[in-house]
């Protein structure tokens, strides 16, 4: 699994974006600490130990560096960055009932967004399975060489 790398100075706006999702119910917003427990688990249980703790490691940047979306004050999705490397986003993911509905692209943008916000001229998509999801959303490539990355010798 690849990294790939995104042009953080030609981001597309995301605005409209997130104004339809919340017009469908759906708000995409920063995760706050009072959640952190909630959060983490619904990471762990739905897409296991490995995110839940990259999540975890989110939590302990300022600003805090995770957003979720919602639904009906339920989580539905989520995305971080600067969590296991500076400079690297993800992981990301949604819900599969709410899948398809521009939730992953809102989380991702949002994210992306911050990154430019704070000072990266790039970001890194930390190794990726989902290449075709990236190169659609934010025009991402990937990055030669980058497989296996920073994931070698890992824990299983
Ligand atoms: C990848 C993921 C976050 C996308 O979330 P989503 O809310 O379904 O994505 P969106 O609705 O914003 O999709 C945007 C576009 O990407 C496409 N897309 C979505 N997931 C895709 C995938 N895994 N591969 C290729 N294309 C994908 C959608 O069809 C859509 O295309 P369209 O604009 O032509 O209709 C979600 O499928 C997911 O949680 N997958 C499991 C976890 C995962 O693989 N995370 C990424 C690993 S780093």
Redesign the pocket.
Known sequence: MPDLLVKLYELPDDRWRLEQLRNDGITVRNAMAYEKLQIIEWIREN?GKAWAGECDTAFSNRPISCFIATKNAGLV?FACYDSTMKNFF?????AES?????????LLLRCLHLMAAVGYAYAV?GG???V??YE??VNAFEIPGSSPGIYRDRLY
């Open positions: 897409f999705g993800g992981p990301v993911g949604v709410d899948r398809n509905k521009g939730i992953g692209t809102a998509i990726t399975d989902s075709e999801f659609k959303t």
